[in-house]
């Protein structure tokens, strides 16, 4: 049985509060995630406690960027600063596009190799292998402490009992500059695991069926612990797998405890790195740091949590087993599956046999070190003697990047965390996502299918609700009219357009296959904007831009959910949008937003009505009431920052919306985070003159 439960966090308008700063008042006791938070977060006033809900600013104890390095020395560049703050607290690693050998990509790579070592940074080459392993194999993404990166699966870290959380691009080159960025403490969940897995299954089962189960935004924007008897079930790469796909159910952080089951993971590790190293101490991973976390681990103050994103969609194997549905492509790689415990248990169902005609099976371990090990056991050339390609230790395919990707009119099924619509290849494949034994057995056979003798599980997991009593709402009426800092507009307008569908994801906002092309310019961005999803958006917005009116988009549910790339929010500003609307973000595009002065405000009511009378069958996910994927009702919008106040010109329809408070407005005034980052160097070399 499964129990979620979730802190209530308060619906009202919340009191006015700067960037960097703590809400009033006395916090209640803190979660294990809480506590982590408080550790790293700066200028906390002396006894004040973080909570979820709270504006901090954060040091972190790491900082990882991937071949988006490049882009963040870009903006890290325009700061006019030559030094980075910490060289310490960052990390590079190249390991998104490592199959293009082009002389462009790698000049790129050439030079955030250069610049490593001219910042005298820790740096990864090519091949080493995927980022997240690394800071894993590496002890950079540690027990009891927080760790970012510049990519949205981050929260694969808590599968070792750290609080890793996804950054973006700006934030980055903040971090490099300063050593700190800004975050919003996340409601807290807890996700209480019962019993223990049946034979055959693993935990990319157990990610798949929450992600499917509880699809109503059930996590979203929220960091989640996972708790229970059914956690000393789960092996660290079970852990570690479950922990990288909460990315894809919707919340920010995923984090394990750290019990005996981890601990004597690392006791492991330690004496496998001191017998290869003849005896020489790890940095970071060694026993003193093992006996520190063991005498200081960190436990929540009392059960806090009350009330319980996307691959959406799960469908039970026994289903689509009897449908017999034809692949043509097979992946087992990613920063979710590709470890040697996945390899294994893909070896043991090919072993001795061929996968079928017509299906390419690709294969890449997560790391140089994974795959060695693999080779050492034997399972890797079990895997190629049954027919599977091999690929360099990477991403790949999973971003669509490279050989192997999925063209018009194939199915797929990938051992990977996102099926998004056209992001492993042509935006009219199709793409299952499975465990590793799933995927090799679906190989051998040509169809989606289970590995021979696998007892399936049919019943679905439950979960429980405890509601906290909610508090008092305000109102438009008996709000005070919000603050404007000087110069900030107290209204945006533009013509409606409204996107009526739910978990509109970053991959159909701004396609993969842009996001490394670091010199494409804001113009062309503007053209291929939401190319994943309606390929006539940007005739509609690109005229509404030029003539002065400019657009308000309004979408469902968790726009902008997925992946961290910064250009889903600057590509849509680029195209004249002058805010967004939805039903809710995922939290990273509205990271990326806020930090791009990009205005994003929740108006579910408004959404629920457009939804009513324009979306097809009055539901969100097929168009519009002719199928179009961007309606055009021919509304004027008018989204009131003072009031907190969206109104429909001529409709008289006025909804209630939370204000964006000064913080947001400060960084729009100062064009995004970058600009802010600016004002206040200025402001320190002005003090220290």
């Given at each position: ?18 960037l960097?700063t ?9 979660t ?5 938070v408080?550790?790293?977060?700066v200028g906390?006033a002396p ?6 809900g ?7 104890h790491?900082?990882m960027t ?5 882009a963040?020395l870009?903006k ?11 060289p310490?607290q960052i990390?590079?690693t190249i390991d998104?596009d490592?199959?293009n050998k082009?002389?462009?990509?790698l000049?790129k790579?050439?030079?955030i ?8 940074v820790?740096?990864?080459?090519s091949?080493r292998?995927i ?10 993404a540690?027990?009891?402490t927080?760790?970012?990166a510049s990519d949205?699966?981050?929260n694969?870290y808590?599968?070792v009992?750290c ?7 700006t ?12 975050w919003?403490v996340?409601?807290?969940?807890n996700v209480?695991l019962k019993?223990?897995l049946p034979?055959g299954?693993?935990?990319?089962d157990v990610?798949v069926a929450?992600c499917g189960?509880?699809?109503?935004d059930n ?6 612990e996972?708790?229970g ?10 852990r570690?797998?479950i922990s990288?796909m909460t990315?894809?159910w919707?919340?920010l952080?995923?984090?394990f405890p750290?019990?005996n ?7 492991a ?5 001191q017998?290869?190293?003849?005896g020489i ?8 740091a093992?006996?520190d976390?063991r005498r200081?681990?960190v436990?929540?103050?009392?059960a806090?949590f009350?009330r319980p994103n996307?691959v959406?969609?799960a ?8 449908r017999?549905i034809?692949?043509?492509k097979?992946y087992?790689?990613?920063c ?6 996945d390899?294994?248990?893909?070896a ?5 046999k061929?996968?079928?005609?017509g299906v390419?099976?690709y294969v890449a371990?997560?790391?140089s ?8 056991s034997?399972?890797w050339?079990?895997?190629?003697a049954a027919?599977?390609k091999p690929l360099p230790?990477g ?16 199915t797929g099924?990938s051992?990977?965390n996102r099926?998004?619509k056209?992001?492993?290849?042509h ?5 299952y996502l499975?465990?590793?034994a799933v995927?090799a057995?679906s190989a051998?056979?040509?169809?989606i299918?289970t590995p021979d ?5 049919s019943n679905?997991p439950?979960f429980?609700?405890?509601?906290a009593t909610?508090d008092?709402t305000?109102?438009t ?6 603050d404007l800092?000087?110069?900030?507009p107290a209204?945006?307008?533009?013509e ?7 978990n509109?994801?970053t991959d ?14 804001r113009a062309?961005q ?5 190319e ?5 958006f940007?005739s ?8 002065g009116?400019?657009?308000i988009?309004v979408?469902g549910k968790?726009?902008?959910t997925g992946s ?9 500003k ?6 967004v ?5 995922g939290?990273?595009f509205?990271?990326?937003?806020v930090?791009?002065a990009?205005?994003c405000v929740e108006?579910?009511q408004l959404v629920?009505l457009?939804?009513q009378r324009?979306?097809k069958?009055?539901m969100?996910?097929a168009g519009g009431?002719?199928?179009e994927?961007t309606v055009?009702?021919?509304?004027t919008?008018?989204?009131?920052m003072?009031?907190g106040q969206?109104?429909v010109?001529k409709q ?12 947001v407005q400060?960084l ?6 970058e600009?802010?980052i ?5 402001r320190?070399s002005?003090?220290s003159?």
């Open positions: 049985m499964l129990r979620v439960a979730q802190r209530s966090t308060r619906c009202h308008r919340l009191p006015r509060r700067p960097a703590l809400a009033d008042g006395g916090g209640p006791p803190q294990v995630i809480e506590k982590i408080q550790k790293y977060a906390v006894g004040r406690r973080v909570r979820a709270d504006y901090v600013m954060l040091r972190p790491r900082v991937h071949d988006n390095t490049a963040v870009q890290f560049n325009s700061l006019g600063i030559t030094r980075v703050h910490d310490r990390v590079f998104h490592v199959q082009t002389d462009k990509n000049a790579y050439a030079t190799e250069r610049v490593a070592r001219q910042f005298d820790d740096f990864y080459p091949g292998g980022g997240h392993q690394i800071l894993i194999e590496e002890g950079y540690f027990p009891q927080l760790t970012v949205s699966h981050s694969m808590g599968g009992g609080v890793g959380t996804p950054i973006v691009r934030d980055a080159a903040a971090i490099w500059a300063t050593g700190q960025t800004w919003l996340p409601p807290m969940v209480e019993g223990k034979p299954c693993s935990g990319k990610i929450l189960y509880f699809n109503q996590v979203l924007n929220a960091a989640i996972f708790t008897e059914g956690v000393q079930s789960l092996s660290v790469d079970d570690l797998t990288n990315t894809e919707g919340a952080a995923g984090v750290v019990d089951i981890l601990l004597n993971w690392y006791d590790l330690v004496a496998k790195i017998k290869q190293s003849f101490q790890h940095p970071r991973i060694n026993s003193q093992i006996d976390v200081n681990t436990t929540p103050d009392t806090l009350i996307s959406k969609v469908t039970p194997l026994p289903e689509l087993e009897e017999r034809a692949i043509q097979a087992l790689l990613s979710t599956n590709a470890r040697a415990s390899m294994r248990a893909a043991e169902v090919l072993r001795g061929r996968i079928a005609p390419e099976f371990a997560a790391s070190v994974v795959q060695a090990e693999s080779e050492a034997g399972d050339g079990d895997l190629l027919g599977a230790a991403c790949g395919p999973c971003i669509g990047l490279g050989t192997g990707l999925l063209e018009d009119g194939e099924i051992a990977t099926n998004y056209g992001r492993m290849g935006r009219d494949a199709q793409a499975a465990s590793p995927v057995a051998l056979k040509g169809y299918c003798g696998t007892q399936t599980v679905a439950t429980q609700s405890i509601k909610p008092a305000s109102t009426a008996d709000a005070p009219l919000e800092l000087e110069g900030f209204v945006f307008s533009g409606l357009l409204f996107a009526p569908q739910d509109l994801n159909g906002i701004y396609p993969g296959k842009y996001t490394y092309q670091d010199d494409i310019t062309r503007a053209e291929v904007v939401m994943n999803y309606d390929t006539s940007p509609i917005a690109l005229p509404l831009r030029d003539s009116k400019g657009s988009l979408a968790n726009f902008g961290s790339r910064e250009q889903a929010a600057t590509a849509l680029a195209a004249g949008v002058r805010c609307l939805a039903a809710s973000f939290d990273i509205r990271r990326n937003a930090n791009n990009l205005l108006a579910p629920d457009l939804t324009f979306a069958d009055g969100r996910g009431l002719n199928g994927l055009r009702p021919g509304w919008v008018d989204v009131d003072q009031r969206v109104s010109q008289g329809l006025d909804f209630v919306v939370a204000p964006v408070g000064t913080s400060e729009w005034l100062c064009d995004g985070l600009g802010y600016l004002k206040q160097i200025g320190n002005e003090a003159a």
